[in-house]
């Protein structure tokens, strides 16, 4: 009766009534088009729980060496292409860039120790160059190595 009085008499009526009888109506709207929040379905083609713990320590155990796609299928029993797909499913991102978001991590870290250099750094989780490393970091992050590490204090 007070939609029907307030949709007779729209002069009457209370804005924030009709907001929220918007959102309602646009929820339900929703709801019928794409399904209940909260029920959809799992996500599938991703790497079994025990991949995914494998190809991620085996990454972190490796983080200065170049790790082949080929090695990382070849140890959770994929094929380079599956893998890769799968990986990029569970992780949410490509083996290779896993593995740099992974360096920049153990960079970030390194980066704490006063007794280390940035070179020395860039060298200890495996970039060639100095230049690569402060590319990649300033990538990852919005800083250069030497900015963040000033940024330590």
């Not at 991949?51 to 090695?71: E, F, G, K, P």
Request: aromatic share 10%; glycine share 8%; with cysteine.
């Amino acid at each position: 009766m007070t939609l029907e009085n307030l949709i007779e008499h729209p002069a009457s009526g209370d804005k924030c009534y009709f907001d929220a009888l918007g959102i309602v109506i646009a929820y339900q709207l929703l709801l019928s088009h794409c399904g209940e929040p909260g029920r959809q379905s799992p996500i599938q083609g991703g790497l079994a729980p025990w991949q995914q713990r494998i190809a991620a320590h085996y990454i972190d155990q490796h983080l200065s060496q170049r790790i082949t796609l080929a090695t990382l299928a070849r140890l959770v029993r994929q094929s380079p292409f599956h893998f890769c797909r799968a990986f990029k499913e569970s992780f949410g991102v490509p083996p290779l860039r896993y593995q740099t978001r992974c360096r920049i991590e153990y960079a970030k870290l390194l980066l704490t120790k006063p007794e280390m250099s940035v070179t020395d750094v860039g060298l200890t989780i495996g970039f060639s160059t100095s230049s690569s490393f402060v590319t990649a970091f300033r990538k990852a992050t919005g800083f250069t190595p030497t900015g963040y590490k000033r940024s330590l204090g």
